[in-house]
């Protein structure tokens, strides 16, 4: 039985494994896949594999054999990057510090929102769809707009509001004062991010059994209690889904940086760097530069912090379920 | 039957005329030349193409690619050997993307050999690297930092002719910024607060990035002050911050907001052909220090032929690149640059004559700030130090850090790529 790579499950009855099950599929499952597998190798796996191996690389894809000539550098372009690329630290540091701000406040926002929009009446859905609406509008569009709002002297929208209710006296100058770059940033995030995690969070809300609360109700439970011992905890799973793309989405920020950031001569990262992130610091090495084995490897050192990250979430949510 | 008949004739005939017709075209060699700018860029080297394309009996295509990834084009397009035979692009394009092997040597071609004597040795100097022994770019146009100002606004501040020294521009800045309805007396349009803004106030102090040896030098007593100097504009003058825009710039420049500003000369461009109605402004030269002379940045495009093209190709690239630094031709380019708000400057410098479009007063500012002004650096690694030493300078302009700090740390940059 084994030769044949057939086993048998518990209740007796017999299962393939391997090529046999793979090829008792019929032609027409097969045929029905092929056009995807087709692309999936030629679009993704194979550049994911093409990055990796130019990661090792001296690479600038004209590679002249006189002038550039490429090859393998074995890890040299990762202990550059690690050790002494003073410029790829700031865009870790700057990464790190809007990952934690945007996700964390876009979460709290988000589920502040569905609590209080989950009653299902006319006034919520319109207030859904209102807090829903930067998640389906054009990311470009709205960071000119933003742009356009932060920027500017005098008649900038932001001077211009904030002048007018008196808060501000003088303008300030949003995207050319170095301490507001993130914190510019993370607002973005939160303001375009919070309504799809509302959206989730509401999902996650409505999943939830009405007895669980009318049980605890009769049980005495105030509101707070309700939330600590019900709604916090069988949420949980939503709460790991909307931090870890939050998380993986925040680390690949570039259109804004791109966008709505002055660039210095030749380069990308905003005034004095302030806003240098890892993609727009992988752009400027691949794309202005054409250091294409630099910037895999940077690429590849991005996927290994959103892995490692990934994981730990996940293995401290699993612990957390299993000390419940 | 007669009908199918009657259409299948009518079908070949058309096939048959289609496919002559492309045969014909097909048999003229076709340059393909990418303009990087807007498309009135492109306008103007349409009339060097088309003048080109009539006297050799080729074609020549003009495409437009922009500023902000016109150089990841054209490398892209080296590495898949696909794309244009000519461009034009960024001074340090020709160096940097010459060095990674996606250019042809123009020496070879005989085309450096024509437009050397032709042009200005500063800027040609800027393309060619350092004891390099290819020339990948030879200088297209030019684009030269001035100095504007508004002569109404000056005589209302008391001040009766442009300032010529950096004394006398400090003294003018103080009384602009004293005089009511002046609200920021100076405006730093090109290069605002990076190195190249640094640059002409660097080199008319007597400094200088490296020095003819290629050895840095930009940390010394003249860099010094040309940093302290370039802080001013922004503590003590009111000039805005890179990042903050003043959108309504050409307004207050007619209102008389502001005096003085810095700004290359697309301005005089956007002031006189485009607007029309600035005659209150003038230009001169970008003031500098006791004994030392006017020395202003000098950028603009170089033109380079790509590498992978035919010989025959290359040889025909060569030919047309020559043809810019005719005189009947640089004349036609001006006609069309002024009717499209694209000033063509070449860099024969006699040929500024044939820009008729400018007052006399800027003209002469042009000619004679043509006369010193210098092109980036061409040694090893500017390239690669121009972000990091921007980023040191402005730790010093808008940061804590002082201004030795800030200069020894752009120094430390620019020796780590040497």
Redesign the interface.
Known sequence: MQSNRRLKNSDGVSRKTGFRRFSDGGFSTYSMLAPFVGLFLIWSAYPVFKSLQMSFQRY?????????PCGSVGLKNYSTLIMSDA?FHKALFHSALYVVGAVILSMAASLALAIALQEDNRQNRILRVIFFLPSVTSSVAITLVWGWVF???T?GMANAVLQRLGIISHPI?W??T?VLAIPILIFLSVWGGAGFGMILFLAGLNAIPSSYYEAAVIDGAGPRERFKYITFPLLRPVMVYVGITGTIGAFQIFETIYLI??S????I?????EALMIVPYLYDAG????RLGYASAVAWVLFAIIFVISLINLRLTKSLEDLR | MKRLGAIALAISMAAGAVFSTSAHAAAKPTLTIWATGGDADKAVMQVAADLFAKANNVNVKVEAISWG?G??KV??A??AKSGPDVFTGGL?WGISA?????LADLRALGVSNTVQPLVAPQIYKALIGYKATKVYAVPFDLTLMMMFYDKTTLAKAGISAAPTTIAEFNAAAAKLKATSGITAPVYNEW?N????GFFSWLYSMGGSLYDSKCQVSINNAKGVAALTQFKKLYTDFGA?????????LNDNLKKGTYGIGFSGNFQASSFYTYYKDYKTWSAAPVPAAPGSKSTAFIGGRGISIM?YISNSQKSLAAKFIKTLYNADVVKAMNVVGAAQNAIFLSPVSAFADTISSYPADVLATIKSQLKDAQGPPNCNGW??S???V??AL??YM??STDVQTALDKAAAVMKSHL
């Not at chain 1, 210095?264 to 380069?267: A, R, T």
């Not at chain 2, 607060?193 to 190249?196: I, K, N, V, Y």
Request: hydrophobic letters at 30%; charged letters at 20%; proline letters at 4%.
């Open positions: 600038n894809a004209i590679c002249n054999k006189d002038q550039y410029r920027g500017g002297t008649i100058e995207l050319a170095p950031f002055p210095s001569v030749g380069s990262g905003g005034f004095k760097d794309f202005k530069h054409f | 990834d150089y990841a490398l892209a080296a590495a340090s010459g060095n990674k092997g996606a290069g607060g990076d190195w190249l805005l911050k890179p990042g903050v825009a003043d959108w309504t590498g390239e690669d121009q972000n990091d921007t980023t402005q730790s808008f940061g």
